[in-house]
């Protein structure tokens, strides 16, 4: 039975996450977080979605609070490094956060920014990384064809693991996967799975070779798991830049499949000055073990009034969405 908005409301802390290095756009982070039978969620659609795209994470951070989950076949989740868009001669100091961590996921086609800027940074976390370590690129459906054909080229230089959502749409995708299949890269689709209304379509397709998995907005560990089944692609579990609760979802996500086969994006943690608890890699690794808010981390890290308010009020109108549907 789904709670009551009364009932989520009553625990809910809205908290403001400091960030290292600008990334998304942003230099802090917000989230709400509510607690239930099962323990602690987080609501944080990126606050540009509208109340029927966050609608889907609330039900996932229900169903995180509120059910039991998919039972874990591991303890614990190996993750790779986030290298936001910085200067190369940043990027060190980025990697060094992340302990042990033997991938590094970079963002390129940054707009503002050039080719020659994506190439520059690669290849700082390639010499930073040595030989030895994997390097997969993510565009955020940046590029048009052309311009990932031609990027991806530039970049294969620097053995690249995969290269993620290069283009926005899943014609798109399945055009690039067809023109660079000769260089050995792999395309990989985040927000063709997210954001669609039809996360299987680009699978169908045959757009990409894997797939990249967030458990908010897909609705919670048991839709990804039932989309990761149907797809029948390698996956890569990853986050939406969440607290140490939205993490610890993502990992319990990444614990219940039969296999994992690629690093997670489940590091984000090394990218935030300050959280809500102790999430950090250790030795490349993250526990599969639930989050538990520290509850002076939440006084410390709260959000101011006026932002409190905005969130709440999101909170009910995506509650009255999944109430609507529900009829």
Same mark, same amino acid.
């Given at each position: 039975m789904r709670?009551?908005? +009364?009932?989520?409301?009553?625990?809910?802390?809205?908290?403001?996450l400091?960030?290292?290095?600008?990334f998304r756009?942003?230099d802090?982070?917000?989230?709400?977080l509510?607690?239930?039978?099962?323990?602690?969620?987080?609501?944080?659609p990126?606050v540009?979605y509208d109340?029927?795209?966050?609608?889907?994470?609330?039900?996932?951070?229900i169903?995180f609070?509120?059910?039991?989950?998919p039972g874990?076949?591991?303890?614990?989740?190996?993750?790779?490094?986030t290298?936001p868009?910085?200067?190369?001669?940043?990027?060190a100091?980025?990697?060094?956060?992340f302990?042990?961590?033997?991938t590094?996921?970079?963002k390129v086609?940054e707009?503002?920014?050039t080719?020659?800027?994506d190439i520059? !940074?690669?290849?700082?976390?390639r010499?930073?990384?040595?030989p030895e370590?994997r390097?997969r690129i993510?565009?955020?459906?940046?590029?048009?064809?052309?311009e990932?054909?031609?990027?991806?080229?530039?970049?294969?230089?620097f053995?690249?693991?995969y290269? $993620?959502?290069?283009?926005?749409?899943v014609e798109?995708?399945?055009?690039?996967?067809?023109?660079?299949?000769? #260089?050995?890269?792999?395309?990989?689709?985040? $927000?063709?799975?997210?954001k669609?209304a039809?996360?299987?379509?680009?699978?169908?397709?045959g757009?990409?070779?894997l797939?990249?998995?967030?458990?908010?907005p897909?609705?919670?560990?048991?839709?990804?798991?039932?989309i990761?089944?149907?797809?029948?692609l390698?996956?890569?579990?990853?986050? +939406?830049?969440?607290t140490?609760?939205?993490?610890?979802?993502?990992?319990a996500?990444?614990?219940a499949?039969?296999?994992l086969?690629?690093?997670?994006?489940?590091?984000?943690?090394?990218?935030?000055?300050?959280?809500?608890?102790?999430?950090r890699?250790?030795?490349? #690794?993250?526990?599969a073990?639930?989050?538990?808010?520290?509850?002076?981390?939440?006084?410390?890290?709260?959000a101011?009034?006026e932002?409190?308010?905005?969130?709440? !009020?999101?909170?009910?109108?995506?509650?009255?969405?999944?109430?609507?549907?529900?009829?």
């Open positions: 709670p009551t908005f +009364a009932d989520i409301a009553a625990t809910a802390r809205v908290v403001s400091p960030m290292h290095t600008r756009g942003v802090t982070r917000e989230a709400l509510f607690e239930g039978p099962e323990g602690w969620a987080e609501f944080s990126f540009e109340d029927t795209e966050a609608s889907v994470w609330l039900a996932a951070a169903d609070a509120y059910a039991p989950q874990a076949l591991r303890d614990r989740v190996p993750v790779n490094a290298v868009a910085v200067a190369a001669d940043h990027v100091a980025v990697i060094a956060r302990d042990g961590t033997r590094a996921k970079v086609a707009r503002g920014q080719l020659a800027d520059a !940074r690669v290849r700082a976390v010499e930073t990384m040595g370590g390097i993510d565009a955020n459906g940046g590029w048009n064809v052309d990932a054909e031609h990027a991806i080229r530039e970049l294969a230089a053995d690249l693991e290269a $993620e959502q290069p283009c926005a749409s798109e995708l399945a055009e690039v996967r067809t023109r660079v299949k000769y #260089m050995g890269v792999p395309i990989a689709a985040d $927000e063709s799975v997210r669609a039809d996360p299987l379509a680009v699978a169908r397709a757009a990409a070779d797939l990249v998995v967030k458990a908010q897909l609705g919670g560990l048991r839709r990804a798991l039932d990761i089944a149907a797809a029948g390698p996956v890569v579990v990853s986050s +939406a830049l969440d140490a609760v939205g993490l610890s979802q993502g990992a996500l990444a614990a499949l039969p296999e086969e690629f690093d997670c994006g489940l590091g984000t943690a090394s990218l935030f000055a300050d959280d809500v608890a102790d999430f890699a250790r030795g490349g #690794m993250v526990s073990d639930r989050a538990v808010p520290d509850a002076v981390a939440l006084s410390r890290l709260a101011p009034d932002r409190r308010e905005w969130w709440m !009020r999101r909170l009910e109108r995506c509650y009255d969405v999944l109430d609507a549907s529900a009829e």
